[in-house]
């Protein structure tokens, strides 16, 4: 370990209870940012695949039903979820021998809004801890700051003394408290924000994709009417 690795580490380890809590608290959900990060990343990684598949499979003249019958067993997410929603409500209608199509193209949209509420919902599972700790890592980490300022200036009254070598040690605690808080904050916000328009970026594409399959079956609609 390098020399500033333990001077970290005598510092940690020489603070009071309640700074290495915050300090231990901080360093965990810096941790549990950067796993929600690299899982977010794989996630719309493999949304964003699955959804430029599933177009270029939809636009490329295949049958609708051959293409829901590929995918209904594993309709996954993104485009292909909204699709098969879709299409089940779709052969659920005609399965049940409807004898009017008024309210047809209402269900379909219905389920098509509920998917993609569902799909938002999914991609934004876990976000709101990055809010959290973006917000309120660096208070935690000014309490901390607050905490050791305090240890400094007792010392000092105990002591008598105002001599570096007696205020320095609290000081270092309060400052390292503070880094921590904003090294659990600044990745967090950062994640927050490119996420939070990755979402809205997916969730137009969705709502783009129900606008054009609705005029479809709309269309088919009308010819079976």
Known sequence: MSSSGLQLFTLFWNSLWI???????????????????????????????????????????????????????APGHSTGALFVAAMNEWKRSFEGNIRSFTGLQMRIEKVMNVTIS???????????????????GPFVGLFGTVTGIMTSFQSIAATQNTSLAVVAPGIAEALFATAIGLVAAIPATIFYNKFS???????????????????????QIDERA
């Not at 990343?41 to 003249?61: H, M, P, Q, V, Y």
């Not at 569902?118 to 309120?136: D, N, P, Y």
Request: a neutral charge; aromatic letters at 10%; glycine letters at 6%.
């Open 19 to 73: 700074v290495k809590l915050v300090i231990g608290g901080l360093v965990l959900c810096s941790v549990w940012v950067w796993a929600i990060a690299i899982d977010k990343t794989l996630l719309f990684a493999r949304i964003r695949k699955a959804g430029d598949r599933f177009e270029e499979a939809f636009w490329s003249g295949q049958s609708l039903e051959e293409l829901y019958k590929s995918l209904a067993p």
């Open 118 to 136: 569902r799909e938002v919902e999914h991609m934004e599972r876990r976000l709101l801890v990055l809010a959290t700790v973006g917000s309120a």
């Open 197 to 219: 328009v990755e979402v809205n970026r997916q969730a137009q594409r969705l709502e783009g994709f129900a606008d054009e399959f609705t005029a479809i079956l709309s269309r």
